[in-house]
């Protein structure tokens, strides 16, 4: 590997996002070895439900279990690069499987004639505690659920300290199982600056850090509110920060590339999937985002300070996976007049006909079920517009204990093509020739477990093996005056005049949004695009008028969460996602569109800010679209 500086003689620590999960674009590694400067790259690739398709390949080959893209696609594109400018990766594509991932990097860089140190973390796979768990009745921390009889796999979310002490002893390459995602860069800072257990304002600043890269292109411009803003999104720039030892940020992409670094975009990544922003766990520390800000420091550079730390929880989040029946979707389209009529009768048939098959089997029916019009705006429920719609595609998505049922379902899918409405083709998940696929349908089981009953985490590097015990836990650092308070809702003091004339405006005109999951809970931030829209906001925005508007897919608890940095509401959905992404049927079974569907509510707006906030009508103006129901978007009492 190429000689470095010290890292600890910098004043600054220059950190790339290289990849977000499973399957994302090698563009990413691609564009960041050739920033001028850069000492790192991470790379996250597990989602809540990535262990659980790595434990089905382990079971076909002891060798498997990890993230090969990692090894096959971004190493063998820019581990020359690596080597040659002295750039050092951390990354969890370790995933079930560590020492086997990093023994393949090993046998790449031999392969290429390369030398490199890699080093790999377990102390994640906590298989052993599960027994005495069930025994103690643990139970689910979302659903209350008891443990499933049989787990496929048992991993607890480790922290960042383990990374910290790999690159203390020179490896090159890092990599670990499962752990927080932020706590590859978190790894690194603390590497890089001697950062402590008890530095916990500094370990919140690089776990924020961490958060704002793990995701990719999403600070970047990706799925920004703003979408027309973001230029060439084909060339996206990746982003990279450069991280300071008293917890300063910047961030920022690499020259040339499209995107967009700007205080929205990267508002809108900082509450991403965090459900209180005063009180975001994590194995190293307790991070408070409530009072975080952003500042423009030039084009595509964004400064963010503010992120405060208290002592972390004495226990570990544990997530299992287990096999709990087996899933079919297929879809057709349906063309012409009557589409979205013809489409749900398609359906409707395709549903009724298998149905009676397996009953007469003694199969038994369907354990869920779902019928969906996509272009009829079945997600929207009481909010769907009516329109002339002359294509669209029924989707329908089934769950069943036994496969073969669903092998059934699959099928039949291909028939409606000439027996049920005039204008039916394959849609996209079917050919000519082949038919949908029937998958295994995962769960997560969820506990927390003291961090004392698990194994103590170990670096491994050639044949040196080190253990790396837990940091002993860190006194409560008392919060400075004038600091934000973290109490759970705190929108703006300054309260609302909503007298006089009003007019109603969609509230993507007043705010940015961005939603995502957590289990079956969805995480949805509204931003204001301007500090003085946030009284408005407040007003308006209240827990039981986003749980009402959105009563059709939210069916649990709403709870709001103020975040005064940002001039934002934090918004936690319980019971959002249809059971989560592994059993939800929803065409969004993430909750990545609630956001969008709340920025289409209707607010009450003074009319007067139309004449004395020209910004407002602007952004009216241009964001009414053009097609024949632009009229719904606005409307005066």
Same mark, same amino acid.
């Given at each position: ?499 006089? &004339? !009003?007019?109603? +405006? ?7 949004? /961005?939603?995502? $999951?957590?289990?079956? =809970? *969805? ?82 707006? &003074? !009319?007067?800010? +139309? ?7 602007? /952004?009216?103006? $241009?964001?009414?679209? =053009? *097609? ?10």
């Amino acid at each position: 590997m190429k000689v470095r500086p010290d890292d600890a003689s910098r004043k600054t620590v220059r950190i790339g996002g290289a990849g977000a999960f499973v399957g994302d674009s090698v563009l990413g590694p691609q564009q960041l070895v050739a920033v001028e400067g850069m000492q790192y790259l991470v790379f996250d690739y597990l989602a809540e439900m990535t262990l659980s398709s790595f434990a089905q390949t382990r079971k076909r080959d002891p060798n498997a279990g990890y993230a090969a893209e990692f090894v096959d696609v971004a190493m063998q594109e820019v581990l020359g690069d690596c080597v040659r400018r002295g750039i050092r990766v951390v990354s969890n594509a370790g995933g079930l499987n560590p020492r086997a991932c990093a023994q393949a990097v090993e046998r790449l860089a031999s392969a290429k004639g390369l030398a490199v140190k890699v080093a790999w973390i377990d102390g994640d796979d906590c298989v052993g505690l599960v027994e005495p768990l069930r025994r103690e009745g643990v139970r689910d921390f979302y659903t209350g659920a008891a443990m499933p009889d049989v787990l496929e796999s048992a991993n607890v979310y480790l922290g960042a300290f383990p990374i910290a002490r790999a690159l203390d002893l020179g490896a090159d390459i890092v990599v670990t199982g499962r752990i927080v995602d932020s706590a590859t860069t978190l790894g690194i800072l603390i590497h890089a600056f001697g950062w402590g257990p008890g530095d916990l304002d500094r370990l919140a600043a690089g776990s924020l850090a961490g958060h704002l890269l793990e995701c990719g292109a999403q600070v970047t411009g990706g799925i920004f509110t703003d979408w027309r803003d973001v230029p060439d999104w084909e060339n996206i720039g990746y982003p990279y920060v450069d991280c300071s030892d008293d917890g300063g940020i910047v961030v920022c992409k690499p020259e040339g590339t499209g995107g967009l670094v700007s205080e929205a975009s990267v508002s809108e990544q900082v509450l991403y999937e965090v459900g209180d922003p005063a009180h975001y766990v994590l194995p190293d520390v307790v991070c408070d985002f409530s009072g975080v800000t952003v500042q423009q420091l030039g084009p595509h550079r964004v400064a963010v300070r503010g992120a405060r730390g208290a002592a972390p929880p004495p226990t570990h989040k544990l997530t299992a996976s287990f096999l709990s029946g087996y899933r079919c979707i297929t879809q057709l389209s349906v063309f012409g007049i009557d589409a979205i009529e013809k489409a749900r009768r398609t359906g409707e048939a395709l549903v009724a006909r298998t149905r009676a098959m397996l009953l007469a089997k003694g199969m038994g029916d369907f354990d869920k079920l779902a019928v969906t019009v996509i272009g009829a705006e079945d997600g929207y429920g009481p909010h769907a517009r009516p329109s002339a719609v002359r294509e669209a595609i029924v989707r329908v998505a089934a769950l069943h204990r036994n496969a073969q049922a669903l092998e059934l379902l699959s099928r039949e899918s291909r028939s409606p093509g000439v027996s049920f409405a005039p204008g039916t083709t394959s849609g996209s998940s079917l050919t000519l020739n082949s038919r949908p696929a029937v998958e295994p349908l995962h769960g997560l089981f969820t506990c927390l477990v003291p961090k004392s009953l698990c194994a103590v985490p170990r670096v491994v590097m050639g044949m040196a093996v080190e253990e790396v015990p837990l940091p002993a836990a860190a006194a409560p650092q008392p919060t400075p005056a004038g600091s934000p308070s973290p109490v759970a809702d705190r929108p703006d003091a300054r309260p609302f005049d909503a007298s006089g &004339p !009003q007019v109603q +405006l969609p509230l993507i005109l007043l705010a940015h949004g /961005r939603s995502g $999951d957590k289990g079956d =809970t *969805s995480t949805l931030s509204v931003i204001a695009r301007d500090a003085s829209y946030l009284p408005l906001l407040a007003h308006v925005l209240t827990p039981a008028a986003v749980k009402d508007y959105l009563a059709h897919l939210v069916k649990g608890s709403v709870q709001r969460y103020a975040v005064p940095g940002l001039h934002a509401l934090n918004f936690h959905l319980d019971q959002s996602l249809d059971g989560g992404a592994p059993s939800s049927l929803r065409t969004d079974p993430m909750g990545k569109g609630l956001a969008q569907m709340l920025l289409g509510m209707p607010v009450p707006v &003074p !009319q007067a800010w +139309l004449s004395t906030r020209p910004e407002l009508q602007a /952004r009216r103006d $241009d964001a009414v679209p =053009t *097609s024949p129901r632009a009229a719904a978007w606005t409307s005066s009492p």
